[in-house]
């Protein structure tokens, strides 16, 4: 934290007063994919080239680009891997909703590859009502030159702030990155709040503690803010000094925080501003250049769209923690009843209730093998939940593989009605002792074991099991419809197979094989899968001699 030097009020009020500076041209952010299509573009465009932003998300930016500068601004975008540097182009005419065409230049920063942008990043500005200069080949440098400040900026803002989904950490970052990129002693983030229907600091940078106890403390109702929302609407920062603006509302924060002069710009949501971007210096009295007005209109833009990806991350995993809650309850309703039928089944098919006809009980253990089969399914789902949640605990210790395979063995031997199928074990002697859990173990070898039955209606389904390098290896094949390449990466997540005909023709959750690599990577194992369309698939698993619980499972397809 910085040390905050205050100076006298007398001695700010004694200054000349500044004439105001130019207005800088509106600042617009398009995100393009790589063909070009607009997927965000700033509420800037407006005042620029008079479309709303939903006009033009979705439209090819090449459609709005003048004839005779598609030629050369095609070949900027044919690059798929990122330059060393950003891309800057010169004027180029992009036509105005009335159809007149308007001069703009910008800097385009090739995101294709960041994982969370993947797309391009464009800055730029109306320059059609640039006056000429009577020093062109130093202005155009000059002008090179702030062009490539600015855009390395927001480069930089963008790749830090864009990748951070919990808002807490992107709010800190944010004042952080424009205490750094602008060069000023303090920032702050205030955002709406509807209890009480005001602004509030959220985050700062650059403040003692003592400071930021009294700045957090502030609110700003959204009533008295509106005075100053129209100085918002063209996107333009708005510079505050203190000594001069005592009676501003937003000029409270740079009081708080002893600044002899701030920068405040909007955070926006279409048309709706959330908040306000706040920078300030303590020791200096003139204005923020308009170098830096850009760099921050470039900084809000990407900041508010970074909120939005986090907020709407925050309320899909609010979504998903209710998925779950509601799988787990209704999985827990659903085996009660479930199971009380399963014991009377077993009841009859005993004879404690008189002796059955052959027809009685065949028919009764069809039934018993489907309320069972139920009752995997509500299992697995409640499972799901577990997963999902990382509430599995362990039971380590010694397992002795020849005895687990016996066991699994004795309990897959009955074939669902598929005379033409038959099962083949291949054991090998003398396989170490595996120290690891035996329940967990004994789920990923059914799974593989049921899923390889269900998908082969004839042919052979074989297990073999051998020591190897220090852990075991059990492989699961059969000769089975096999997986497309195109499916493999996909079997593992849940709810999914290969695709809906097989899960039509087949049935089950699509659970079981997710199941299974949610255990290995619990138990430090991994898998491997071998397929081919028509001619069967083959599930390797290896799991160390020493399980290691924590581990992430290792998925590879060969």
């Not at 063909?35 to 573009?41: E, M, N, Q, S």
């Not at 409640?382 to 605990?393: F, N, Q, T, V």
């Not at 016996?406 to 199928?421: G, I, N």
Request: glycine fraction near 6%.
């Amino acid at each position: 934290m910085q040390e905050s030097k205050h100076v006298p009020e007398q001695t700010a009020r004694r200054e000349a007063p500044q004439a105001a500076p130019p207005q800088s041209p509106p600042e617009v952010v398009t995100i393009l994919e790589a063909d070009a299509t607009i997927r965000y573009v700033s509420p800037s465009i407006e005042p620029v080239l008079g479309y709303k932003p939903e006009q033009l998300v979705g439209k090819n930016w090449f459609q709005y680009v003048h004839p005779d500068d598609v030629k050369r601004a095609q070949p900027v975008f044919s690059r798929t891997e990122p330059p060393p540097a950003a891309t800057r182009w010169s004027e180029m005419r992009l036509r105005h909703a009335n159809g007149s065409w308007i001069n703009l230049e910008g800097v385009g920063n090739n995101l294709l590859h960041h994982p969370s942008v993947k797309g391009w990043i464009v800055n730029a500005r109306d320059v059609t009502r640039r006056l000429p200069s009577p020093g062109p080949e130093i202005l155009l440098q000059r002008g090179q030159d702030e062009e490539a400040e600015v855009a390395a900026a927001l480069a930089r803002v963008g790749r830090e702030m864009i990748s951070l989904l919990d808002t807490p950490a992107l709010l800190n970052r944010l004042c952080s990155l424009t205490t750094k990129v602008l060069d000023c002693d303090c920032s702050h983030t205030l955002l709406w709040e509807a209890e009480g229907d005001a602004y509030a600091p959220v985050a700062g940078y650059g403040d003692l503690s003592e400071q930021w106890e009294s700045i957090r403390l502030l609110r700003f109702p959204r009533a008295a803010v509106a005075g100053r929302r129209t100085l918002f609407e063209p996107d333009a920062p708005v510079t505050i000094i203190s000594a001069e603006t005592p009676d501003d509302p937003l000029g409270a924060i740079a009081r708080h925080c002893s600044a002899t002069v701030s920068l405040f710009v909007a955070l926006r949501v279409r048309d709706d501003i959330i908040g306000y971007l706040h920078a300030g210096y303590r020791e200096r009295h003139g204005r923020f250049t308009l170098k830096q007005q850009r760099i921050a209109a470039g900084i809000a833009h990407l900041a508010s769209m970074a909120l939005q990806n986090a907020r709407l991350v925050e309320e899909l995993e609010l979504a998903n923690q209710f998925k779950s809650h509601f799988v787990a309850t209704m999985s827990h309703e659903l085996r009660t009843p479930l199971n009380v039928i399963i014991g009377y089944h077993d009841l009859l098919l005993e004879g404690t209730f008189g002796s059955l006809s052959e027809e009685q009980s065949y028919i009764l253990r069809r039934a018993h093998r489907s309320a069972r089969e139920l009752l995997d399914l509500i299992n697995a789902t409640l499972d799901l939940s577990r997963y999902e949640a990382k509430r599995i605990p362990l039971e380590i210790r010694d397992v002795s593989v020849g005895e687990l395979v016996d066991e699994v063995m004795r309990e897959t031997w009955e074939l669902p009605d598929k005379p033409a199928l038959s099962v083949e074990w291949d054991v090998a002697e003398d396989i170490p002792p595996l120290r690891t859990d035996r329940v967990k173990l004994k789920m990923v070898l059914k799974n593989l074991i049921g899923n390889a039955i269900k998908f082969t209606e004839e042919g052979t389904v074989s297990i073999e099991v051998q020591a190897r390098d220090g852990a075991v290896e059990f492989c699961v094949r059969d000769t089975g419809i096999g997986i497309p390449p195109e499916a493999v990466a996909v079997i593992f997540e849940p709810f999914r197979q290969a695709d809906s005909s097989t899960t039509a023709r087949y049935g089950g959750t699509g659970l079981g094989l997710y199941i299974v690599h949610r255990l290995l990577d619990i138990l430090g194992g991994s898998i491997t899968v071998a397929s081919e369309v028509g001619a069967g698939s083959a599930f390797r698993v290896c799991l160390p001699q020493e399980a290691n619980p924590g581990s992430t499972a290792r998925l590879a397809r060969q």
